[in-house]
């Protein structure tokens, strides 16, 4: 799995000025974080170009004009206000179900079952809010992020506690225990937890109005944006910048070398899944918390494999996962002006949205096999 | 006949026209992942072979033609898949769930025209001839793609044991090294297995467009293609596993109403779930931390 | 991000008597301030040809094309998440439409409310939804009493059927749907009341697979006639004419599909419904807030019959519907018994359409096989 930081990173530190193209024999390479970062953006950037050519022939092939494609994509996506805020709040969510995925990569493992977290998350969240709800909205939100990140923290956490206790493949383990957790949903807010006056559209009851989690002033957005980028920023963190994030990606590596080194790899890996889950669980509580006010079946929307997604793209990197979250909640945004001003189906976003993902997720076979990329050998030729 | 009989007759017919589609897709990743490679996009490729044989059924009028429209589709995005993941470096999970999306937006895109109208159904072999009740009859009804699977997941477990070209797959599945060598083309062969096993998925998606339930529209699979992935498991990789292993899954999805034909009716979505944890259940049982599960390719990237 | 989740949509009858209407605003969007032109926004949660629900909205919209004046944005397969608010504004606010309809019954609470509350001069009328009064004015509902044109099908099934065993498969146990099973049953039952209804229920509104195989768990069971209340009944309606039984179809008219076996159907009209709200907005009128009607109003009507249908059963249903069209026609009406044996209207108590007891209805009549949970 990609890493942030490599071990070519901590020793091209310090160096002495560069002769213009030569490598003089003992000095390090100290534009290597600089061409490396550069590969990281170049790479999924021609890829885009790639899928947007592609897509262009296959857009001409339907006798569309993809210059005005871009253009409806821009204005649907960025080009006004309203736009712009459509893109962040489809953003928002996206953010957290995609470092479900991408904090277990760390250790190497690849979970897929996001989408089961967040729909148990926000259906937790929902029974403490109902519960809290002689409380001040302070407190009752409080109560709903603990139950929203414990049960998703639980439900991920199963996945990994099956990897470490039984060695079950956690890919397998957490796809299937998300049909399990969809229909344990479904049966819930259908039957024993329903609420009898949503006859049409069966919900649990709603949370009180007082803790709706409203729109950040002055825009439509709520505070879910905020909270996504936040957590990413502290992966981010705690991924590059601590032990336990180094310890986790060394596990991540080599985890024979790991468990030599006497790193504690069992709970590495139930934490790191905990912790995955518990931002899943918590996108399902804002869900709740500022959009739908109840648990019903609105709730399972794909957020998470969406997110699996973008984590990938984003090539695990919790600072990536925020412009590939921005970029795929774009082109969504962009898809119901698609359908109204050209006339396409609404699953053209989704071929968009596939050549996309096939070109960027294959462009990764680029990294280390251009020359120029790669740390100079130090001690010349 | 009575009307107890009737009902499991019932039961029995709607387990194999459910289980159907799921035995081609399960059979199909399990050649792919025979050869070390998980294909996520399985889905994808029997929404595509849904619509492809839909439509080409459609603007031939020969069903038949359509089950080799699906086949085809299926196969091709199989080859994309294949393809990307031959790239090194390049992650197969994340690849598949990319071409997933890609081959159901494909199929939504092209499959707009073919919603309204009715394409030509495949025929179905009459079983229930011996039966005087009218209902034993068509419930009977089975059509002969069921049997075809059987056909291919018996003709691929033989393959795979018996023949050269089952033991090259299986060593490129199980040890690259060793695969390379000997100087088996382990990219090749991958990629045969994936654009074949697409391929099966692609007439499983024919049979739910052209024969049960035999019509198209966006909301025709149920996740079929990803379920297979958990159905291989449980099947341990061996084709005549997968054929238990869909009869199960389909008798799952298909007694929900059966069952409330005869008065079982609280909890259907727990009946939905209860394969899937049968699985989980399977695999805490039988599985040990080191120990690889039994039957498991080495080379899969989900193998660690 | 959609195409791994099916959508979801809902619909349902609601009572209430709204009074109140507001004027409509026109020129709220940037694009249409100088055109004269009004821009009605269709939102439809599935595909706008799926030989059902969606499709009867669009057949509606589509009437309108033929006003001057007017053109229509559509969009379709917008789930009932905050996607849909996000449509409804971007509607708004980049083509400029004054007047939105969300036709689908998860949009309305608190996506559309929402949005009538953010836009006041936007109008919004929600097919199917709980308008009242403390709603925002220029918010409101509209819907059709349907159950009576399943009335009729439930008479002409029971002429026909020779097993006098009829079936519906129906999506979710909620009040719309029960309405529409009791209706069907007991249409039947005036006909013969030893013919039994077997109901299955699919559990979503939108299941290929198991709309199949419940009709043809049905027909395993000796059912001849068949009807449904899901979203897109094509598959029912042909998985029923390859097995060779009769068909009553839902939404809009699929004997296409069913040449030998379609009876009759309950369709909606909602074109009456958009005409008269467009044609209210051309002339500068208030909006009602709260639009019902069934046969009488035309907001409903019958499908041609088939023919299959036999001289009796056409003659019987004909009157019937004449009757349905005068007015004050109750199909529950007292004594009723559910299936349970208990008594759910008293004798001498009618309810006609309108009656708002009939939108909590939580009960399966007499004569139907099947329970709710």
Known sequence: MASVTSVGEVAAGAGAAEAPGAVAPGRSDRWYPARRALEAAIAPLGALLVAAALFSVFLLALGKSPVEFSMVIWRGAFGSLFSLQNTLARAAPLLLTALCVAVPAQLGLVVIGGEGALVLGGLAATCAGLAASSLPPSLALLAMALAGTAAGAAWIGLTGVLRVWRGINETVASLVLAYVAIALFNHLVEGPLRDPASLNKPSTYAIPDKDILGPLPGTDLHPGLLVGVAACILCWVLISRTTLGFAARIAGGNLRAARLQGLPVGALMIGACALGGAFAGLAGMIEVAAIHQRANASLIAGYGYAGILIAFLARQNPLAIMPMAILVGGIGAAGGLLQRRLGLPDATVLVLQGFVFVSVLASETFFGRVAWFQPRAAGGR | MDALSTVLVAMVAGAIRVSTPFLFVSIGECLTETGGRINLGNEGALVLGAMAAYACAYQTGNPWLGVLAGAAAGAALGAIHGAACALPRVNDVAMGIAVMLAGTGIAFFFGKPYVQPSAPHLPTLPLGLWSASPQVRSALEVSPLFFLGLLAALAMWWALRATRAGLRLRIVGDNADAARALGLPINWTRFLATAIGSGLAGIGGAFLSLSYPGSWNEGLSSGQGLMAVALVVFARWNPLWCIVAALIFGAAGALGPSLQTVGVTWGYYLFYAAPYVATLLILVATVRPGRALRGMPGELSIAR | ?373
Request: proline residues 6%.
């Open chain 3, 1 to 373: 991000m959609g195409g791994f989740v099916g959508p979801t949509r809902r619909r349902v009858l609601e009572g209430g008597l709204g009074a109140s209407a507001f004027a409509l605003g026109l020129g709220t969007g940037a694009r249409n301030a100088q055109a004269k032109e009004l821009t009605i926004g269709f939102i439809y949660v599935g595909p706008k040809d799926d030989y059902g629900y969606n499709q009867a909205h669009a057949e509606g919209a589509a009437s309108l094309k033929s006003l001057p004046g007017v053109s229509i944005t559509e969009e379709e397969r917008v789930p009932e998440t905050d996607a849909c608010e996000k449509t409804m504004q971007s509607m708004i606010e980049l083509d400029g439409a004054p007047l939105l309809f969300p036709t689908s019954f998860g949009y309305f609470d608190p996506y559309m409310l929402r949005m009538a509350r953010k836009y006041p001069k936007v109008q919004f009328r929600h097919c199917g939804g709980l308008w009242t009064e403390k709603d925002p004015t220029n918010a409101g509902s509209y819907f059709g009493y349907i159950g009576q044109a399943q009335y009729l099908s439930g008479i002409i099934a029971a002429h026909t059927t020779k097993t006098k065993k009829l079936g519906f498969i129906a999506a979710k146990p909620i009040p719309q749907v029960l309405i529409n099973v009791n209706s069907f049953a007991l249409g039947a039952r005036s006909v013969d009341p030893s013919v039994t209804t077997r109901v299955l229920f699919t559990g979503d509104w939108s299941m290929p697979v198991k709309e199949a195989e419940a009709t043809n768990s049905l027909a395993d069971e000796g059912v001849d006639v068949v009807t449904c209340h899901v979203d897109g009944p094509k598959v029912v309606i042909q998985t029923a004419e390859g097995r060779g039984i009769y068909t009553c179809g839902y939404h809009v008219n699929q004997a296409p599909l069913a040449p030998k076996g379609y009876l009759t159907g309950a369709e909606w009209n909602w074109a009456t419904v958009y005409q008269m709200f467009v044609r209210k907005a051309l002339a500068g009128e208030t909006l009602p807030n709260f639009v019902r009607g069934g046969l009488a109003e035309g907001f409903v009507r019958t499908s041609p019959y088939g023919p299959a249908v036999g001289e009796a059963a056409r003659s019987h249903a004909d009157s019937v519907k004449a009757e349905m069209m005068k007015g004050g026609f109750s199909v529950f009406k007292g004594p009723l018994m559910d299936n349970k044996g208990g008594q759910v209207i008293a004798a001498g108590t009618a309810y006609p359409e309108t009656a708002i007891q009939l939108e909590s209805m939580n009960y399966l009549v007499e004569g139907v096989n099947g329970a709710l949970s």
